[in-house]
């Protein structure tokens, strides 16, 4: 934590996720619903109509479908770094609920914070940050202004 209050780090990739290839961090969904609930109604024609075509489309994610009794139906999804997220999904439609889950698929599991940088190396340059002008010559940076006689005031001409 940081004197503000909220959690922060430096920016960083899941395992060094996408250097070789690209690992979805989400392991498994969980879809728990009611059969015959009303706030479930958007939950049954998810699975109706879209389960199926996501878990073509990701299919390193395991979809469980479990109908039980329960007020309000819920989305559990866990994450390879062992996090685990859970949405109510009561009275949402079929879209709204494929809109999360993608949200979820694309997320990492880490919590939302606040990063600190936007470049973070693991083996900083004693020398400094470069910059265009590093190793040009002085001349290029700095600017000489005669000191003598100038007149500063401006007069109009007169015609």
């Not at 309000?72 to 009561?90: F, Q």
């Not at 709204?96 to 979820?104: A, T, W």
Request: charged share 25%.
């Amino acid at each position: 934590m940081t004197s503000r209050g909220t959690p922060s780090r430096f920016l960083q990739s899941v395992l060094q996720n996408g250097v070789g290839r690209y690992v979805c961090q989400l392991k498994r969904l969980t879809l728990i619903f009611s059969k015959d609930a009303q706030p479930s109604r958007g939950v049954r024609d998810f699975i109706e109509e879209k389960v199926v075509d996501f878990a073509k489309q990701n299919p390193s994610v395991v979809v469980y479908v479990t109908p039980q009794r329960c007020r309000v139906p819920k989305l559990i999804a866990e994450y390879l770094n062992g996090n685990i997220r859970e949405d109510d999904i009561n009275s949402k439609t079929a879209d709204e609920i494929m809109e999360l889950i993608q949200k979820r698929v694309n997320q990492s599991g880490l919590d939302i914070i606040r990063i600190r940088r936007l470049y973070h190396t693991d083996s900083p340059s004693i020398q400094g940050q470069w910059h265009p002008f590093t190793n040009k010559p002085i001349s290029l940076t700095v600017k000489h202004f005669e000191k003598g006689n100038q007149n500063l005031e401006v007069k109009p001409e007169i015609k």
